[in-house]
């Protein structure tokens, strides 16, 4: 997951004994989490890759075939549907001191920041959480983000708002003669007498499902330099930042873990998959079929001996009867399509109410789906669901820029700023309307409500220093006069408080 991560560590170091063999990550003693933890989570990834077997049937020769199984993968769109109204690229996150600003918005933008955590979010609604891990590559001397889902994240201890401590696996395979060989990296987080500490676990197997059995570091030739124990200084807070779904674990009330979006509504996705299914295989079977009696199938061979079928079943579904007289005719089956929609619609129902999204938002025939104006009027669930979200997404790109700076501090590439204010805006655009919000903010202000500096920071989404120089501008130019000259007029008390 994290290719480059020995450019972390400096080479040296404690060293570890190696006497320790896993079958499960989960069986380490330092893991608290159930392995049942990672075998739902792992059910939730094959539900929202859509991975399914492909079903069995008996064609009118007889014969069992195969065909591959329909499914509509719900979890992809709900997912989706949520990472987008959480978060997207018109999400602004700045610092108010410009030149810390700077140095952030450099790390977001190399990074690609906001096109790959929109992306990663919705993966991690789906599964059960995501985590940030900045890192510094010592090559190119800067900082990197990498990210890592809920199923290579074990948390050692936590409490009731928060992990602190955790473990990340990273698995490598490599080849060896004409053998596969797992590699799992364990890099274990911890606390110590409140001070900061990574240690490094390598261990190997020949077999995909096992751990496998802990080798040094240096088996592996990308962690050669890889430090076994690490004590990280001035470090406030973890390097790693979980990003869970709002709301209660439900399934298993005292684990850490986040619930993924569709946990609550599997056995609805089940069911949709399985009727979408019969309802794609029966568009299938209602192709043309053609009857004839039994004298038309009567087997015959050609010159080298190879039965000649008079009809092709690929091409054309046929039935033969058994019949004194030789005939041939055809029907066209009908469909059911109105049953299978309303069904599938009725499961859909089911299954925004199991999500947190409101009545008609997901729709199988493309009607009844609630615009974004609908959705803020009537304080919809989806409205709840989504503000529940970015508060906790919220926290924890705060909690990004403070793990960013304290990197960036310790390797000499930026200052710790004295004052870490992040301003965070999301895009509420696809909820209310601009012309809404300018009009709502401006009659608070014209009625003195509201000060014109706290409108503007709600309005724009800027922090109080900027929304002060703009109140500035705003009255430079109602004066028709230099911008420079007010604070010298307003210290002469020509006129009253500019702020």
């Keep these: 997951m994290f290719e480059r991560i020995k450019n972390f560590f400096r080479k040296g170091g404690a060293k570890i004994g190696m006497v320790q063999s896993l079958q499960k990550i989960t069986d380490h003693p330092k893991i608290a989490v159930p392995q049942e933890e990672y075998q739902r989570i792992e059910e939730n990834i094959q539900l929202y890759r859509s991975q399914f077997d492909d079903v069995e049937y008996v064609n009118?020769?007889?014969?069992?075939?195969?065909?591959?199984?329909?499914?509509?993968?719900?979890p992809k769109v709900v997912s989706k549907k949520l990472a987008k109204l959480v978060f997207n690229e018109g999400c602004a996150i700045e610092m108010e001191n410009d030149t810390s600003n700077d140095f952030l918005q450099d790390v977001f933008?190399?990074?690609?920041?906001?096109?790959?955590?929109?992306?990663?979010?919705?993966?991690?609604?789906?599964?059960?959480?995501?985590?940030?891990?900045?890192?510094?590559?010592?090559?190119?001397?800067?900082?990197?983000?990498?990210?890592?889902?809920?199923d290579a994240f074990y948390p050692l201890q936590s409490n009731t708002s928060d992990v602190s401590e955790a473990a990340i696996a990273t698995v490598t395979?490599?080849?060896?003669?004409?053998?596969?060989?797992?590699?799992?990296?364990?890099?274990?987080?911890?606390w110590r007498n409140s001070e900061y500490w990574i240690r490094n676990e390598l261990y190997r197997s020949e077999?995909?499902?096992?751990?496998?059995?802990?080798?040094?570091?240096?088996?592996?030739?990308?962690?050669?330099?890889?430090?076994?124990?690490?004590?990280?200084?001035?470090?406030?807070?973890?390097?790693?930042?979980?990003i869970k779904l709002a709301g209660k674990n439900n399934v298993n009330l005292s684990s850490p873990l986040s619930l993924g979006v569709i946990d609550n509504a599997k056995r609805?996705?089940?069911?949709?998959?399985?009727?979408?299914?019969?309802?794609?295989w029966e568009i299938e079977e209602a192709r043309r079929k053609i009857l004839a009696s039994d004298h038309f199938f009567k087997v015959r061979f050609d010159e080298k001996g190879k039965p000649v079928r008079r009809f092709d079943s690929k091409t054309s579904v046929y039935q033969k009867l058994k019949t004194d007289e030789p005939f041939i005719d055809e029907f066209v089956p009908s469909l059911r399509a109105k049953e299978f929609i309303e069904s599938i619609n009725f499961i859909l129902r089911t299954i925004e109410l199991q999500t947190g999204f409101s009545a008609g938002t997901f729709s199988f025939d493309g009607h009844s789906v609630k615009t974004a104006t609908e959705i803020i009027s009537e304080n919809s669930e989806t409205f709840s669901t989504r503000s529940d979200n970015v508060l906790i997404v919220s926290e924890a790109l705060k909690e990004l820029v403070i793990t960013i700076f304290e990197l960036a501090a310790a390797y000499g590439l930026h200052p710790m700023p004295q004052d870490l204010k992040v301003v965070i805006d999301f895009d509420d655009g696809v909820f209310?309307?601009?012309?809404?919000?300018?009009?709502?903010?401006?009659?608070?202000?014209?009625?003195?409500?509201?000060?014109?500096?706290?409108?503007?920071?709600?309005m724009f989404g800027l922090s109080e220093e900027t929304a002060q120089k703009w109140v500035k501008l705003i009255r430079a130019d109602e004066l028709g006069m230099d911008p420079s000259k007010l604070d010298e007029l307003a210290s002469k008390k020509l006129f009253g408080d500019l702020e």
């Design 173 to 190: 395979r490599e080849t060896e003669g004409k053998k596969t060989i797992y590699y799992t990296l364990l890099e274990f987080h911890e």
């Design 109 to 150: 933008n190399h990074n690609k920041f906001r096109k790959n955590f929109g992306e990663q979010l919705e993966a991690g609604y789906a599964i059960g959480g995501l985590v940030l891990r900045p890192y510094v590559d010592t090559e190119s001397k800067r900082i990197k983000i990498s990210h890592c889902l809920a």
């Design 60 to 74: 009118s020769e007889g014969e069992l075939a195969e065909r591959p199984f329909h499914s509509l993968n719900v």
């Design 207 to 242: 077999r995909k499902e096992v751990v496998g059995v802990q080798v040094p570091l240096d088996s592996l030739d990308k962690y050669k330099d890889l430090e076994a124990e690490v004590q990280m200084k001035n470090f406030s807070r973890p390097l790693f930042i979980y």
């Design 432 to 458: 209310e309307s601009q012309d809404s919000k300018l009009n709502y903010y401006g009659k608070a202000v014209t009625l003195k409500l509201m000060p014109q500096v706290e409108a503007i920071q709600r």
């Design 268 to 280: 609805q996705i089940k069911d949709i998959n399985e009727k979408y299914d019969e309802f794609m």
